[in-house]
């Protein structure tokens, strides 16, 4: 038997607000009972206050030409947003007006005791009296009523959209027996509330600008109506983003109460800002101009084009030292919010020893990343794997590798008995299929002696033979006319017994900016080379090794 004291709102009931989905059938249309009192068991008298802080009219108060003036008029009320509209309620007929605060006896520890200021009105006056009071006991810069507005309601409606109306139709106080109920709300939002009343009766909306939603948005939360806040992100994420509308949206959970009920609105900003900046290097000069809210987004994604997580490093660098020139807010951006979006166990060795040389990061925190990232390079590929694969469906991501235009390598150096560094490559079976006909992919750049060099894989036309294959060769990076004497060997992750095995040696006298290596590394054509029976590729990854050493 249903438990008939089952409170309404308790979450097990999934009574309140239910999710939209294809699933379950609509809510029903009551849109034919709104403000009929056919229908209706109580009347609701809203009492609309002049907005001493925005001198917009009441018309034109969610009809704004663009996000940008929303968002400014929103500014200009952020206070308002978060208190005034713990609104004002009145019972009639002792016309007591009280905060709703006081609707449920949990809000009885006034958190702020401003909220309370317009409250406390104990003298009585009627409906009609309203719109021309003019009660001298007021501060002059106090709003004032300029309108009143009555409408037909039934309770019951209103109750089971809206955990705010539950409670003050049923909290068992004198107020919630009395047939009339006041609400006094600003004049610029009486559109927005107007608009979520019949929301409330119907599940739909007539608006359809990105302004006015995000205004029936902010009424619904402060009126706990989350089924509304879902369909107004729901309809802002239909309507076309732009980097100001999506910078808005990335706001939002910290401007309202029911923050989940925005996050996919959320997610939908946080995806077009990503994509939209994908490219990192082509738009550094915009994405310098971001705020926090926005680099994050951008930094966040898997999908970042960029060089190399060095790359990342540095950007995040620059754009801290000019957004926070004050080394303390720096360290506590870079240390709460930022430094967890650089994946620093695919930042080369080279990088890292910078980060804990770096004033920019508290050392604490700058040692124990760099440890994180020195550990993770040194374990086994398959538990690389596996710790990407953990991370993979949480918010932290420092495991998931880029698409970075410069692969990963892993380097040991060696000073004795020659200076010696062997590099491992390791490139996955899709990376390799993109190169056909003619790609290359570079490494990142590694160093032997004080000199860079990198690796890069190639598709390319066997000379002799007319057939794709794939090689692989060793450059220096440009510096001067520096010449330098390299022993070096390539080798390849082979099965059955999956060593590494030899497959070219040399030597090479370089000079800037040259490159040596072999076109057809496993001297087989490329259809061979990517079977899927390939010798070369475990668990779908070709692992690739380079042997360097400085010539006495």
Known sequence: ????????????????????????????DFGFAFNDSNFSDRLLQIEIMSDSLDPQSDSDSCHFQSLADWARNRKRRREDIKKEMALDITACPEEQVISCNQIDTEYVENENQDESVVAMIEEPHSGDEATNADDSSWNFDSPRVVKVKTLHISSPILAAKSPFFYKLFSNGMRESEQRQVTLRIN????????????????????????????????????????????????????????PESALLYLELPSSVLMAEAVQPLTDAAEQFLAARYKDLTKFQEEVMKLPLAGVEAILSSDDLQVASEDAVYDFVLKWTRTQYPQLEERREILGSRLGRCIRFPFMSCRKLRKVLASNDFDHEFASKLVLEALFYKAEAPHRQRNQAAEESSSTSRRFVERAYKYRPVKVVDFELPRQQCVVYLDLKREECANLFPSGRVYSQAFHLGGQGFFLSAHCNMDQQSSFHCFGLFLGMQEKGSVTFA??????ARTKPGEEYVSKYKGNYTFTGGKAVGYRNLFAIPWTSFIAEDSPYFTNGTLHLRAELTIRS
């Open 1 to 28: 038997m249903k438990d008939q004291n089952l409170d309404l709102f308790d979450p097990r009931t999934a009574v309140m607000d239910p999710e939209y989905s294809p699933t379950r059938a609509r809510d029903p």
């Open 187 to 242: 004049a610029s939002e009486e559109a927005a509330l107007m608009e979520l009343l019949n929301f409330m009766y119907s599940n739909t909306l007539t608006t359809n600008t990105a302004p006015a939603l995000l205004d029936v948005l902010m009424a619904a939360d402060k009126f706990e109506v989350a089924s509304c806040m879902r369909y107004c992100s729901r309809q802002l994420r239909n309507l076309p983003m732009t």
């Open 486 to 491: 390299v022993d070096y060997e390539f080798a």
